[in-house]
């Protein structure tokens, strides 16, 4: 049982109690004789009508959450909308719901309130901060009951995956996505601007003529863009409907088979196969094409021959397949697509995962082998390390995250130092990068052989192949070697795009 200390510091009053020591109150009950509250809205009262002056003989040592009919007192369950307010108002953890339900009886027997009078007044401020985000509201109440059970049936658990997806993905936020020759721009009011190759038609302008300049793609007039992710010759825009539309390459796995003069998309279009699907991230794998719903459910694109993705599909099939296997499940909030092989992050009930499939040349699955993985896989030297993921990262061969702690694990392929242990071998399980053991990380992104983390103060480091200055250091840095980029420079990069959207 918690108990609560009251500091009286009226003389008056504590001569009248006939005691100057703190009063232990208790925080918890099990009984009540208050009636419950039917309406959630807080009732315009003035403080005299709420509050009364205690008679002296009031036994404050009986006062308690739940009440004891004693004149003057203001117990919490006589108007737990305030509680519920003030749960909803301060944005609180789900951990945080958590810890109040596990100490105190009030806040985990029914509320007796709408929309669900089962529901506990931690789990009622929980539904309400998920109505609160962008993925959620439009969401039919079945759907909705729906996310709740595949997360764990707590709408808790499904604030924490709703946290997560948004903490990793930057949904809704300015985004600027470097791809293999082009680049994306997405503002922050869904407009979206491309510059680089676009021999494929991939910046979107109804042309194959490349841009030097960021250049808004106006065909998407009217629709608010947030997210997109560049590939080789190829990219996809997905909107806040959850609509995906994609141009360059019209081919979700053409790579593979190496087809030549295959048709291309030069302004965006609608996939059609994705219409009866939020979604709200895609990645691109080379030889495969992957998309994350709302609900946390992978679907991937073609490379299916010999199962290698657990389905077996052609090359031309534009039919999304569900990942199946250890993820039919489990919601993800997050999906990295490198040359080959898929990362997911998945929400469990106990925390933060993160699952590996396809080519496991170079150790880049983890798993501390180089076996190819036909259906999602487990990497378990995660819980050997106490390392909750918090953000994934595939570059072509070799793969990062970020922990909550802000610690900052790669594996894969090491060529030119791209996992920034000092050294060029291979690491097929994860580890942790020591040279960053001072640094608190909040996000990593990996390109073919290089890997950029960033601070909590907004440093930004970068270790792997250094050619033509692609680490952004103006001395000479050795190939492996960790060292802090000029940040200067990426803020100035960033501004000088900012002023030529706007």
């Not at 397949?321 to 909030?333: D, H, K, S, Y």
């Not at 791209?418 to 053991?437: D, F, M, R, T, Y």
């Not at 033509?468 to 103006?474: D, I, P, R, V």
Request: charged content about 15%; proline content about 5%.
């Amino acid at each position: 049982m918690s108990l609560f200390y009251v500091f009286v510091k009226s003389q008056p009053f504590l001569s009248s109690l006939g005691t100057a020591e703190p009063l232990a109150v208790p925080m918890d009950a099990t009984t009540s004789e208050t009636a419950p509250i039917q309406f959630c809205s807080i009732p315009d009262q003035s403080v005299s009508s709420i509050v009364t002056n205690p008679a002296s003989t009031f036994p404050l040592s009986k006062r308690h959450c739940f009440g004891e009919s004693y004149p003057g007192e203001f117990p919490l369950a006589t108007n737990p909308s305030i509680v519920l307010h003030v749960l909803t108002a301060c944005n609180l953890d789900p951990k945080d719901l958590a810890k109040l339900e596990a100490t105190c009886s009030f806040f985990r027997q029914p509320a007796n309130f709408a929309p669900d009078y089962e529901l506990s007044i931690s789990e009622l401020a929980a539904l309400d901060m998920c109505r609160k985000r962008a993925i959620f509201k439009p969401m039919t109440t079945e759907q909705q009951q729906a996310l709740k059970q595949r997360c764990g049936g707590s709408w808790k658990l499904a604030l924490r995956f709703l946290l997560a997806g948004e903490a990793c993905c930057r949904r809704e936020k300015f985004l600027a996505i470097a791809g293999p020759g082009h680049s994306i721009t997405v503002t922050s009011k869904g407009a979206v601007y491309s510059f680089g190759s676009n021999s494929s038609g991939q910046l979107g302008h109804g042309t194959t003529e490349d841009e030097s300049r960021p250049r808004l793609i106006r065909s998407l007039q009217g629709i608010r863009i947030i997210q997109a992710v560049a590939g080789s010759g190829r990219t996809m825009l997905i909107s806040d409907a959850g609509r995906v539309y994609a141009f360059g390459k019209d081919s979700f796995g053409e790579a593979e088979y190496g087809a030549q003069g295959a048709p291309v998309v030069t302004t965006p279009k609608l996939v059609e196969s994705l219409k009866d699907i939020f979604v709200v991230q895609a990645a691109i794998g080379n030889f495969f094409t992957a998309v994350l719903s709302r609900e946390g459910r992978v679907y991937t694109f073609s490379w299916g021959s010999d199962s290698r993705l657990g389905h077996q599909t052609e090359p031309n099939d534009l039919e999304p397949r569900p990942l199946m296997g250890a993820l039919e499940n489990t919601p993800v909030v997050q999906i990295a697509a490198g040359y080959c092989y898929l990362l997911a992050l998945a929400c469990h009930p106990n925390g933060m995962s993160v699952y590996s499939v396809g080519c496991g040349l170079g150790g880049k699955l983890g798993h501390g082998s180089r076996t190819d993985e036909k259906h999602p896989r487990l990497i378990e030297q995660f819980q050997l390390l106490n390392l909750q993921t918090v953000v994934v990262a595939a570059g072509a061969w070799h793969a990062a995250i970020v922990g909550q702690d802000g610690r900052v694990c790669t594996w894969g392929w090491g060529r030119y130092g791209c996992l920034g242990h000092g050294n060029e071998e291979c690491e097929s399980s994860p580890k942790v990068v020591e040279a960053l053991s001072n640094v608190k990380a909040v996000h990593v992104a990996t390109g073919d052989y290089t890997t950029f983390v960033v601070s909590d103060d907004g440093d930004v480091y970068s270790f792997g192949c250094g050619e033509s200055a692609s680490l952004g250091h103006n001395n000479g840095i050795a190939d492996g070697e960790v060292s802090l980029s000029p940040c200067s420079y990426c803020l100035l990069y960033l501004y000088y795009i900012t002023i030529m959207i706007n």
